[in-house]
């Protein structure tokens, strides 16, 4: 029997405000431990939590890019558990009335785009964090965390494969990076993502016994942890065996999902209404302001660079994937009507450089000025391809313009007839066993004859010449 797997992901985003969500401590991350927190973060008895009117919108922003439905009012209430790096024994969190419900996104699917709905979007606070000495039987608190905000983004079980998982956790991320509301750091955990994932045979509509998975810190992991999971619950179903409803995490250093608890042991949070905040009203004043904040969200760009540029759309999709990379083609694009040569080099070229270096857009040391002026001087004729790659090379290393590379080293391009011709000359009146063969049918050397002039001419000599005085001279 075939199975389909059925994912639905939830989502949490550490959002950028400058203070915590229910008092002013400082969100910045680092710092001694315990010294951004105050009587309100460490959960004294008597304090009183006072909400953090940025969080609200920033929520609302994500609410909109992600197409929801923005409630008149919603509440916060009080999860009640346990745990040490959560001093007061309750997480405030938005419950049975959150700020945002049914939205979508859409995402690459296969072949087409494919939407995954959105359940709710809902605002919290975060818990602190434990660090486990290695040496000893010890573990510190440290409660800088505790109180900053998190948005939880629960998606419908709309997901049917782990690559289709991390494409919509990458569109998420974009988003939020567009917003400027959370830094989607996976890495560093301000970006975190659990899963829950069912099998039921392929074509049925109702749903199997799901599985939830945690501690997949990075997109790799996500998309792994997933796909080992389907794995073992196929086989168990293959086996007859039943699947139990558990929480399970994902230990990336084994590669498999360990059982963390049963449906038993599940907490019972005991939600009831946070006696000591008054409910959250938006009115669509406030919505409206920040619907006009919006930037241009990456499904817009997408299309729009398809539309005006002429992109094929996986070129629009790369260069979208963040604000500074489209803002770094539209920086270039300005200045050189020419946006598939500009996007084939920024795809290779200067991501490639991007990535050995490991530097963001924003560091790049050749500006988006800077590309346009040296692929002007290629595409007028004025160098040549590989002498571009050299001089970008040069212009990645020392920032320094392509002109001034070009005339300090003497690598314009050789566009003069009678000098390529001479140097073809030389090529064929050295290698004569070659131009025999040639001449006798062997045609695959038409590439060694151009590859010895381009370094007779040090790479110099315009190819589209070259290649018509090699054929002319080469046919005897
Ligand atoms: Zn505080």
């Not at 969100?27 to 008895?45: A, L, V």
């Not at 799901?210 to 794995?231: A, D, H, P, T």
């Not at 065996?241 to 999902?257: F, H, P, S, Y």
């Not at 200045?335 to 920024?346: A, E």
Request: hydrophobic residues 35%; proline residues 5%; glycine residues 8%.
């Amino acid at each position: 029997m075939e199975y389909e797997p059925v994912i639905g992901l939830e989502i949490h985003a550490q959002l950028k405000t400058e203070s915590k969500i229910f008092c002013g401590c400082s969100t910045k991350f680092g710092g001694s431990p315990n010294t951004h927190t105050c009587p309100i973060c460490i959960g004294m008895p008597g304090v009183l939590p006072v909400l953090n009117r940025k969080v609200v919108d920033y929520t609302i922003r994500m609410a909109l890019a992600t197409h929801c439905t923005i409630a008149a009012v919603s509440r916060f209430a009080r999860k009640n558990y346990f745990y040490p790096d959560l001093p007061k024994g309750y997480q405030i969190s938005q419950y049975e009335l959150p700020l945002a419900v049914n939205g979508w996104m859409e995402i690459e699917g296969e072949g087409a785009p494919k939407r995954v709905r959105i359940h709710r979007i809902h605002m919290e606070e975060d818990a602190g964090k434990l660090v486990h000495d290695e040496y000893q039987p010890l573990s510190y608190v440290d409660l800088n965390r505790t109180g900053v905000p998190l948005i939880e983004i629960v998606s419908e079980p709309d997901i049917a494969t782990p690559e289709e998982a991390a494409s919509y956790l990458r569109a998420v991320r974009d988003v939020l990076r567009y917003l400027d509301i959370c830094d989607g750091n996976m890495e560093e955990g301000s970006m975190r993502c659990d899963a829950n994932i069912s099998l039921r045979p392929a074509g049925t509509i109702a749903l199997g016994v799901k599985v939830e998975l945690k501690n997949m810190n990075s997109f790799k992991n996500v998309q792994k942890g997933l796909e080992f999971e389907i794995r073992r619950q196929k086989v168990m179903l293959e086996r007859g065996e039943r699947i139990v409803q558990e929480t399970r995490l994902w230990d990336a250093g084994r590669n498999v999902t360990v059982s963390m608890r049963g449906k038993e042991e599940a907490n019972d949070y005991r939600y009831f209404p946070d006696p000591d905040l008054v409910p959250v009203e938006v009115g669509e004043q406030w919505v409206q302001e920040v619907r006009s904040c919006l930037p241009e969200l990456p499904e817009a760009k997408r299309e729009r660079f398809v539309r005006q540029y002429g992109l094929p759309l996986y070129d629009a999709l790369v260069l979208t994937t963040s604000r500074s990379l489209a803002d770094y083609f539209e920086g270039a694009a300005k200045r050189l009507d020419r946006p598939k040569l500009l996007s084939n080099w920024i795809m290779s070229e200067v991501m490639r450089e991007l990535n050995r270096s490991e530097r963001e857009i924003e560091e790049c040391p050749v500006s988006p000025q800077d590309l346009a002026e040296l692929l002007l001087l290629l595409d007028s004729g004025v160098i040549s391809g590989k002498i571009a790659k050299t001089v970008f090379d040069e212009m990645f290393a020392g920032g320094r313009s392509a002109k001034s590379i070009v005339e300090e080293k003497g690598l314009l391009q050789v566009s003069d007839h009678s000098e390529i011709e001479s140097a073809i000359d030389q090529v064929l009146s050295e290698n004569p066993k070659e131009v025999s063969l040639f001449r006798g049918g062997k045609d695959k050397l038409f590439g060694f004859f151009v590859g010895q002039v381009m370094k007779k001419t040090k790479g110099k000599a315009n190819p589209q010449i070259a290649n018509d005085i090699l054929r002319e001279k080469l046919k005897g």
